[in-house]
Structures are given as C-alpha cells and as structure tokens.
C-alpha cells in the first residue's frame, strides 16, 4: 500500500496562500489518480480536487475553482495543492489519497481511493 504524508498546512489571513505538498512512498504513483479532500470541524470529510494519472485532467469543486490548483512532479512522487485567496470556510484538515487501482478515470468518489494520508491542518483566520 503506497504510504503518503502531507505536508504545508498552517495558519494563514484570509486571502493569504499556502501550498500543501503530498509525498507519496512509491515510483509507481504517477499511474494512479491523486485526489485531495478536506474535513471541516463537525462536518463530513469532501472531495476537493483530483488529477488524472497523467497529468493531464483536473478536477476541483466550484467553490474552489479558479482559487486552489492541483499539480503534480512525478520525479518527486509528489502532489501539490496550491491555495489562493483563501477563506475561512476552507478551514479544514486536508487530506491526499491516491486511487486504489492503476489508469483509472478522474473520479471524486472518497471510496474509489484505497491510499490517504494523515492530514494536514488549515486554519484561515478572518
């Protein structure tokens, strides 16, 4: 099972940016879709962004389109979310997970995705 550790998180004015980074513990992770999701205090942990296992789709909430940017760097078997313009209400632990099979589609599904991490916390002060 791939191990991943995410990475980034803090305190931060709203408006302010953060980039939160996800290592994952294996080469292979650049053939599966890579996905971050968060967990707001007392509510339900959603999907936030996904990137396709080539790179080449991405996936967001529209709450966060336009704001947050999903990348990867195969040759770092890593994943990035990068914050913009942040709000109070993206206070979240924040969390990666790789898909549970290979060459699979984009998906937002939490049950498709086999792998998480331990989470990352974001504070954005009003």
């Known amino acids: 099972q791939v191990q991943l550790v995410e990475s980034g998180g803090g305190l931060v004015q709203a408006g302010g940016s953060l980039r939160l980074s996800c290592a994952a513990s294996?080469?292979?992770?650049?053939?599966?879709?890579m996905g971050w999701f968060r967990q707001a205090p007392g509510k339900e942990r959603e999907f936030v962004a996904a990137?396709?296992?080539?790179?080449?789709?991405?996936y967001y909430i529209p709450s966060i389109k336009g704001r947050f940017s999903i990348s990867v760097d195969n040759a770092k078997n890593t994943v990035y979310l990068q914050m913009n313009s942040l709000r109070p209400e993206d206070t979240a632990v924040y969390y990666c997970?790789?898909?549970?099979?290979?060459?699979?589609?984009?998906?937002?599904?939490?049950?498709?995705?086999?792998?998480w991490g331990q989470g990352t916390h974001v504070t954005v002060s009003s």
């Open positions: 294996e080469r292979t992770f650049s053939t599966y879709v």
């Open positions: 990137i396709s296992w080539n790179g080449y789709s991405t």
């Open positions: 997970a790789t898909h549970s099979r290979p060459y699979r589609v984009l998906t937002a599904t939490p049950q498709d995705f086999g792998s």
